[in-house]
């Protein structure tokens, strides 16, 4: 089966930076998706950045000009670098991906087990 793992959460102040990382395992073909999404308490699941099946980036408003995902291919992950990150900021950051497994025929989406970041005033 697949296995999403996540790593890099914690407690940051404002202003500073945070890396997440994420590596998905198991017998994969091909990656269609994947990115970061987050869930603020109270709030509903947002997407934060990810990379598209054209291979391009996209990012939610909020975190344009601060947050950067990038990839490596080789060890299918992704990483998102937190700069400049705010209170708001604060959530359960979950890695998402959307591949088809060797021998397999179709697409299906499997989430992490998500890392909290906590960004303190």
């Known amino acids: 089966q697949v296995q999403l793992v996540e790593s890099g959460g914690g407690l940051v102040q404002a202003g500073g930076s945070l890396r997440l990382s994420c590596a998905a395992s198991?017998?994969?073909?091909?990656?269609?998706?994947m990115g970061w999404y987050r869930q603020a308490p109270g709030k509903q699941r947002e997407l934060v950045a990810a990379?598209?099946?054209?291979?391009?980036?996209d990012y939610a408003d909020s975190v344009k000009g601060r947050f950067t995902i990038s990839r490596d291919n080789a060890k299918n992950a992704v990483y998102l670098q937190m700069n400049s990150v705010k209170p708001e900021d604060t959530a359960v950051y979950y890695c998402?991906?959307?591949?088809?497994?060797?021998?397999?025929?179709?697409?299906?989406?499997?989430w992490g087990q998500g890392t909290q970041v906590i960004v303190s005033s």
């Open positions: 998402y991906a959307d591949l088809v497994l060797a021998g397999g025929t179709s697409a299906n989406g499997y």
């Open positions: 198991g017998r994969i073909f091909s990656i269609n998706f």
């Open positions: 990379f598209t099946s054209g291979g391009s980036r």
